[in-house]
């Protein structure tokens, strides 16, 4: 399993705060377990599968965000007593839906691995 020091120095993370880290790599790499187990997935370099678990995380951690009104699209911000608003509706918010989740945990995951159905 990917710990925070790699999240930090090889993935270049800077979101997930450590608290948070080990539930958020676990579910990542559930989820990267589920994708071995459906797909044909290949690692092109060593670090590559800690590099896609680190990325579907930070998406994890920004869905665990918005899901909890603290992240999306800002809206509006004041900087004078510090104020910011997301908004959670619209053309420029992120798709939360089970789908589009599960599609952005793909996508993650695909800039570091290759993933084949059936046969390549």
């Given at each position: 399993?990917?710990?925070?020091?790699?999240?930090?120095?090889?993935?270049?993370?800077?979101?997930?705060?450590?608290?948070?880290?080990p539930?958020?790599?676990?579910?990542?790499?559930?989820?990267?377990?589920?994708y071995k187990r459906i797909y044909i997935v290949t690692a092109p370099e060593?670090?590559?599968?800690?590099?896609?678990?680190?990325?579907m995380a930070d998406a994890l951690y920004g869905f665990d965000l918005i899901a909890n009104g603290e992240g999306g699209a800002v809206r509006s911000a004041s900087i004078g007593s510090v104020s910011a608003s997301y908004s959670g509706a619209g053309n420029d918010a992120v798709d939360v839906t089970p789908v589009g989740q599960a599609r952005e945990l793909f996508r993650c995951a695909?800039?570091?691995?290759?993933i084949y159905r059936g046969v390549h």
């Open positions: 399993m990917v710990d925070f020091i790699f999240y930090r120095t090889k993935y270049k993370g800077d979101t997930i705060p450590s608290a948070d880290f539930s958020l790599i676990k579910r990542a790499g559930d989820q990267l377990a589920r060593a670090d590559s599968e800690g590099m896609a678990v680190c990325a695909c800039l570091y691995l290759d």
